[in-house]
Structure formats: C-alpha cells, structure tokens
C-alpha cells in the first residue's frame, strides 16, 4: 500500500518535471492573458490630457509597467500624444524591442531607453512620463532649484536632480536619451528615492507608482515651475515647503491624485470619440 503510494507520487513528480523543463512557461500564464483595456485606455487618456494640459507637445511620451510581467512595458508607437489612440499602444521589453510579432517595423520612440531603464532600476515605478514641459527648462540650464512651493508638488521634495549630457556625451550631442547607457545615466541621477529628474535644455521625466499619479506629478511639476518662477520674480526669499510639509503633502496627494484622474480621464476618453 505504502509502496505504491510512494510509487505514484514519484510519477506525478516525474511528470511535473518533464513539463516544466520541456516548456518552461508552462507556470508563467499571466505573461498570455490579454491586455486589460482599461489600462490600455489609462494610458491612452494620459497622453491625451497631458497635451491638453500643455505639459507634452507634439513631443514626449507616457508608459506604464505591464502588469502581467515587469519586465515589459506599454507605450505609443512614434506619435503626437494627442493622435494617441488605443490601437497605437504596443507592448516593449525593457531594453525597447517589441514583443508582440505584430508590432515589429512599428516606428518607436528614439528616446525609449528612458522607459526601459529607469524601470530596471526602480521597481517602485510603474509609470513615466517624458516631456519637454515648457516652465521646467529655465530650471535646468539655470542654478535656481527645482522646489515644492505648492502642496500639490511635495513630491518635489524628494529631489529634482539635474541630468547633464554633457558628462555623457561631450558637447555636441543632441540631448537626447537615444541609447540604453544614456537610460541607465539617466536612471542613476533619478536615483533611488526622486519623483523627478530634470534634463538640461531638455525637459524633465517623472515617475509615479501608478499612471494616474506619473499625469497629477508631469502636470504639477509644471505648475510648480511657473508658481516658484513668479515668486522670484517678486523677488525676496521664497517661503518653500519644508521636508517634513512635503513628505506629507506627497502623502495625501497620492490619495487626492484620483480626483483630479477621474475628471482628466473622462474628458480625454471623451475626446476621442
Ligand atoms: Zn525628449
């Protein structure tokens, strides 16, 4: 009885392991399912309201991590983020190759690398935002700081550190992240802790938890830009957040962020129809 009990478990353990090693994403199913269309349209109503809040132009570009498997991300193909519709998402590994045989010759965005590899480096990420956010660049080819002077932009007070391409690059480059190792240059001025990395005579990439929150930081880093660019130009010492207002403010914002998301959402969805 004993005998042939342990007999068919070493069976069954036999047959597992042949179908494990003879398909190895035999228990890897998630990687299969379909892609979750309300994410698809998430990303969607994210280019959208972006450009319409003129924080991306004809230029920049949105993508949030696959939920299915982190190593993949979902991004537009080469486009204008107010052309952006759900047929033009595709689906990336994170060193920017299509993963879907449908999507292979897609025109992708040269600038890409930024997704991919700040996704390597911070699994906390699950969304980014590249723009060329008009207010940002004087706070980048400047010594003023980036800093949260508005509640709504604590995040700042996680760091906005300035990426210069020039210690990459030399100084003829087009500043432009168009290779993986400027991703990963890229990555490692973000750091392991900051919201924001802003690029000289660039523009700026935010990342965020969720997508939701990557579009309620682009814009208020934008916002935040134009407020502390007026408050100098009053002039006098500016009265900024301290850490601690800023950490909580980071806090509660992503809580608040949903209803800001629910009204931009609708809208853009709207839009498209
Ligand atoms: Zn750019």
Redesign the pocket.
Known sequence: MVIRAVSRLVAALVVLVTVTVSNPRAFAQPAQAPLDPALVDDLVAAYRTLASLNVLDA??HVSVRDPRDASRYLISRSLAPESVTAADIVVLDLDGNPVDKKDEGKLLYR?RFIHGEIYKARPDVNAIV?S?SPTVVPFTVTQAPLRPILHNAGFLGLGAPVFEIREFQGADSDL?IETPDLGRALAKVLGKEAAVVLMRG??DTVVAPTVRDAVYRAYYTEVNARLQLQAMIIGGPINFLTKGEAATSNTAMLRASARPWALWRAKALQQGK
Do not use: A, I, R
């Open positions: 230029f920049g600038e590249h060329h432009e660039h523009g």
